[in-house]
C-alpha cells in the first residue's frame, strides 16, 4: 500500500496565500502523474490540477487557472499545490492523487483513474 503524505493547509483570508506539499515513497516517483483533487461536503471530488511525471506539463480547472501552481521535486518524492488569490469558494478538503502513468491525458481529470491517496488536507478562506 503506497501512502501519500501531505502537509500544509489551513485557514487564510480571501486574497491570501497557502502551499500543500505532498510526498509519495518510492523510487520511481517521476514515472507518475500527480493530481490535486478537492472536496467539499456533500459534493463528489473535484479536479483541481495534475503535472505529469517529467513536471513539463500540468493542467488545471478553469477556476483555478492563473492563480494556483503545481510544481514538483522528483529528487525529493514532492509535489506543490501554491495556492494565491485564495476565495471562500476555495474552502474544501484538498487531496494529493498518484497515478501510475507519467504523461497527460483526458483521464487525469477523473478521480477513479488514479491509484494511491493522500490522507487530505482542511483548506479554510474567510472573508
Known amino acids: 500500500q503506497v501512502r501519500l503524505v501531505q502537509s500544509g493547509g489551513g485557514e487564510v483570508q480571501a486574497g491570501g496565500s497557502l502551499r500543500l506539499s505532498c510526498v509519495a515513497p518510492g523510487r520511481t516517483f517521476s514515472m507518475n502523474a500527480m493530481g490535486w483533487f478537492r472536496q467539499t461536503p456533500g459534493k463528489d471530488r473535484e479536479f483541481v490540477g495534475v503535472?505529469?511525471?517529467?513536471?513539463?506539463?500540468?493542467r488545471y480547472r478553469d477556476s483555478v487557472k492563473g492563480r494556483f501552481s503545481i510544481t514538483r521535486d522528483n529528487a525529493n518524492n514532492t509535489v506543490f499545490l501554491q495556492m494565491n488569490s485564495l476565495q471562500p469558494e476555495d474552502t474544501a478538503a484538498y487531496y494529493c492523487a498518484l497515478r501510475r502513468a507519467p504523461d497527460l491525458s483526458v483521464a487525469n481529470v477523473n478521480s477513479k483513474t488514479y491509484d494511491y491517496w493522500g490522507q487530505g488536507t482542511q483548506v479554510t478562506v474567510s472573508t
Open positions: 503535472i505529469s511525471g517529467s513536471g513539463d506539463s500540468t
